[in-house]
């Protein structure tokens, strides 16, 4: 029988983020997490002869929060060309896990037409010494780059 090595976990420190906005790479060394999720969209089909309904998978929206240090302007330039120009902004961020100890190696996910929904822009709290904040945002697309290793 075969088990996970403590040594192949994944630290999660050990990443990077880019984001890709009107063709140019930005790396967010800002973020201290990021999570994006798909929900897939379903709907409950009642079977004549059946007690149960069933489910039916009929698309998928994608769902994500980042929380980054509060030092960057970027996004806020990007909320505020909308809020003043009604340009609203979409983009691509690339997330790379890979630690060198273990045996996993790299995943690297590309999420794309990401759209910030909610934002700070702006904030003032004498009790952190280091502000963060949470967007959130959504996607519509994704690519899986590199491939975990199979362990």
Request: proline content about 1%; charged content about 25%; overall charge negative.
């Amino acid at each position: 029988m075969g088990y996970l090595r403590a040594k192949d976990t994944v630290n999660g420190a050990l990443g990077t983020c880019f984001a890709i906005i009107d063709g140019k790479r930005h790396e967010l060394m800002q973020v201290k997490n990021i999570k994006a999720k798909v929900k897939k969209t379903r709907t409950t089909i009642p079977i004549l002869g059946l007690t149960a309904k069933q489910q039916k998978s009929g698309g998928w929206e994608g769902i994500g929060t980042m929380t980054v240090y509060y030092v960057s302007s970027l996004f806020r330039k990007v909320m505020v060309d909308y809020m003043k120009n009604g340009v609203d902004t979409y983009f691509e961020l690339m997330l790379t896990n890979e630690d060198p100890t273990g045996e996993a190696g790299r995943q690297t996910v590309l999420l794309k037409d990401v759209n910030i929904e909610e934002m700070l822009i702006g904030k003032l709290d004498v009790d952190e010494a280091a502000m963060d904040e949470e967007m959130k945002f959504t996607f519509g697309g994704v690519e899986l780059l590199d491939s975990f290793n199979s362990l």
